[in-house]
């Protein structure tokens, strides 16, 4: 089972990190009357959880029943959402007098126009059904929907909560944990303890001793090595290599354009060269991004910053 | 739908000009190999596609360009040409654009020969390019049908069939003017006539859309731009030719490269060879006019705002004729290998698999297939080393073979 289900906490009392949010909400909850809620933060910080929470604190074994859960990128278009939203509605809540919960997850990845439906619904159900809406950016959420629900901003965890949550599993596991190894896993997550979970699960699948390399070795995994060497091989001069190697990356790995560019602006920060080459691209980086969205061909694009790294 | 697909023959009757007969006799009773060669677009998969119908025949097909290496292709047709058809059918099997074998691998060939050796199904190749070298000691294990540019006549009747059922607006010696002008390539002829379909189709109307290029008329104006520095040379190049040599891609409608895209448009070309030719800052100058083009040729799909066009047009010779800063004593030109289709599909084939694990991933977490998607790199070696995991999923053996390769 993977961890970040197997570790999801089902109590305010285990929920970790968000003190602030959490302790409002709970007061919510103990009151049975919560108002339209909307959670915005970055990712893996305990926004779905705490929805569920409150469902499994409000409605109890029959939660189920009375807890509907959206993801507004995967249930295309408002009309599935609306439609879903209607059926569950129509009846009220069996077991207490509470109302009836929806969790609209990633509710940013909506159109405006989506999101202006979603606000109508929201207003016609608003006898039986309460909303949870999450999302990245709260400013991608039309006002007239912001205006209707409390908003609680989550942050990332920091290396504290990070690490106590590490050490649980850690004992459940029986897992070692170098000392080293807590603050590199929270800086290279920012504080998403989705991603902690999983880097820390997929060492443990080679070695409950969780050491230092083991970490890193997982970590840059994820990541093609090839556009390291391809980087390496344009600042060399070889550009008619690197540019097939990149193409065979792409495709083996079936990357986008922006895929690539993403990797390849952190990679400079490494990159054996002076400061100021750096800063120049960068910059070009940039420009070549922004042309990348504007243009048709995301490989002449990803070519033309590869020159630069010939360039001296 | 396009058209080259929608018309596509589906019975070997339909085929035009062919010698479908010495095929068929090939396919029925023989257990070796055949070779067909023929220039582009003149219906030699479309053909085999046509038969295999007919004949009710399950067809294997392969392309070239997919055989890395000798392990690769024995993995790929080894066991093929032993096995059964599953449906207890016939079968052939087709290798396709024998010409994209990659030249490195001089173990291709050979592997390929002792497929060809040991096959139980008739196997059918094809290529473009007969004469090239490395295709040479294939031609004395295959049989060899030679497959002609289609005549004029012959284009212009199936164009006009085409015009007729989807209604189309045209002067009839606009449609043989068209045949013409497709020099034999049946399938440039109808993606040039859906091309033109939204308008009535005249003449004018056919000048406008710029000739398919010449390999040899490109070359020449790719050569005049290399070798100058002086931009009045260079601008004369692409101006003189204007309406035989495409500048970019008119077939980019979107930004999916799959639907049309003309592999031989002058951008792809220099794209090519740009760095065969210019050293250092040369390149990244010369690449940023390309990338400056590609922003053009987007905007102008998206607008319709052909005067970019100039710009496209200036920037391609001139620019890239002013990028370098001496004079180059020799110049190195070598065909686009570039196929935008080709590539696309391929990178759809495992892009695919790629969404297909990110939804079983999502049956099991609360996440959106979305952001499964970007999970998925931190739990491959995890999905890789756990049974349990891989149980509990539903992963096929296809995506353990592709957490494997990546």
Not at chain 1, 42 to 50: D, R
Not at chain 1, 54 to 78: P, V
Not at chain 1, 111 to 124: G, I, N, P, V, W
Not at chain 2, 33 to 43: E, F, K, M, S
């Amino acid at each position: 089972m993977l961890w970040i289900e197997k570790y999801r906490p089902e109590d305010f009392e285990d929920f970790v990190g968000q003190e602030h949010v959490a302790k409002r909400i709970k007061a919510f909850v103990e009151q049975k009357n919560i108002p339209h809620l909307l959670f915005s933060g970055p990712a893996g910080v305990g926004k779905s959880t705490l929805a569920l929470i409150i469902a499994k604190k409000l409605f109890g074994d029959t939660w189920k029943h009375n807890f509907l859960e959206l993801n507004a990128s995967d249930s295309r278009g408002i009309d599935i959402i609306r439609n879903e939203v209607k059926d569950f509605a129509r009846t009220r809540s069996l077991s207490t007098s509470t109302h009836k919960i929806i969790f609209l997850d990633e509710s940013d990845a909506l159109t405006k126009d989506a999101q202006q439906a979603l606000r109508r619904t929201m207003e016609t159900y608003s006898n039986s059904v309460r909303f949870i809406l999450s999302c990245n950016y709260s400013t991608r959420i039309i006002d007239p929907i912001q205006s209707r629900c409390a908003i609680f901003r989550f942050k990332p965890l920091t290396l504290e909560q990070v690490t106590k949550v590490m050490d649980k599993i850690a004992k459940e596991e029986k897992l070692k944990i170098d000392k080293k190894v807590y603050g590199i896993l929270h800086e290279l997550s920012n504080g998403d303890l989705r991603r902690v979970e999983n880097i820390l699960q997929s060492c443990a699948s080679i070695n409950k001793n969780i050491t230092e390399s083991l970490t890193y070795e997982i970590v840059s995994a994820a990541r093609p090595k090839e556009v390291k060497e391809v980087l390496n091989l344009a600042i060399k001069g070889d550009f008619l290599t690197a540019r097939k190697i990149l193409l065979k990356t792409m495709l083996e790995h079936s990357l986008t354009g922006l895929d690539i560019i993403k990797q390849i602006q952190k990679e400079i920060w490494n990159l054996d060269i002076p400061d100021n080459k750096k800063i120049d691209l960068i910059n070009k980086c940039g420009e070549i991004e922004f042309r990348m969205v504007e243009g048709s061909d995301e490989f002449i694009q990803l070519e033309a910053l590869l020159a630069n790294f010939v360039k001296k | 739908m396009l058209w080259t697909e929608k018309y596509k023959p589906t019975k070997l009757n339909q085929v035009i000009q062919h010698p479908v007969e010495k095929l068929k006799k090939f396919v029925l009773n023989s257990k070796s190999a055949l070779l067909i060669y023929g220039p582009t677009g003149i219906g030699k998969t479309s053909t085999i596609y046509a038969l295999a119908q007919e004949l009710n025949y399950e067809l294997y097909e392969l392309n070239a360009s997919n055989f890395r290496n000798k392990e690769k292709i024995l993995s790929l047709l080894g066991t093929s040409t032993q096995q059964k058809s599953l449906f207890n059918n016939g079968k052939v099997i087709l290798i396709d654009e024998l010409e994209g074998l990659s030249a490195i691998d001089r173990g291709a060939v050979k592997a390929i020969i002792e497929v060809i050796q040991n096959t139980s199904f008739p196997i059918i190749l094809t290529t473009t390019s007969f004469d090239a070298d490395k295709i040479e000691p294939l031609k004395k294990y295959c049989q060899i049908l030679e497959f002609e540019p289609l005549t004029r006549e012959a284009i212009a009747k199936k164009l006009e069939e085409i015009a007729k059922k989807e209604k189309l607006d045209y002067e009839p010696s606009a449609l043989d003017y068209l045949a013409r002008y497709s020099s034999g390539d049946l399938r440039a002829a109808i993606t040039d006539l859906q091309v033109l379909s939204n308008k009535k189709i005249t003449k004018e109307a056919i000048l406008e859309l710029g000739t398919r290029e010449k390999t040899e008329e490109i070359k020449n104006v790719l050569l005049k731009i290399f070798k100058t520095k002086d931009i009045n040379i260079a601008y004369e190049a692409i101006s003189d030719k204007k309406s035989v040599v495409n500048l970019i891609d008119f077939g980019k409608t979107n930004r999916s490269p799959a639907v049309f895209s003309d592999d031989n448009a002058l951008i792809y070309w220099i794209e090519e060879n740009i760095p065969r030719n210019y050293q250092l800052n040369e390149l990244s100058q010369a690449f940023d006019i390309l990338s400056k083009v590609d922003v053009f040729q987007r905007q102008i799909m998206k607008s319709q705002h052909y005067r970019f066009l100039v710009y496209i047009g200036s920037l391609l010779s001139a620019g890239i004729a002013n990028a370098k800063d001496k004079k180059p004593e020799k110049i190195i030109l070598k065909k686009t290998r570039r196929s935008p289709k080709q590539n696309f599909r391929l990178w759809s084939l495992v892009s695919k698999r790629k969404y297909l694990i990110a939804d079983k991933l999502a049956t099991q977490t609360r996440l959106s297939t979305q952001r499964n998607l970007e999970e998925l790199p931190y739990l491959k070696i995890l999905l890789k080393n756990s049974k349990e995991l891989q149980e509990q999923l539903e992963l096929e053996k296809q995506d353990i073979d592709y957490l494997n390769k990546i």
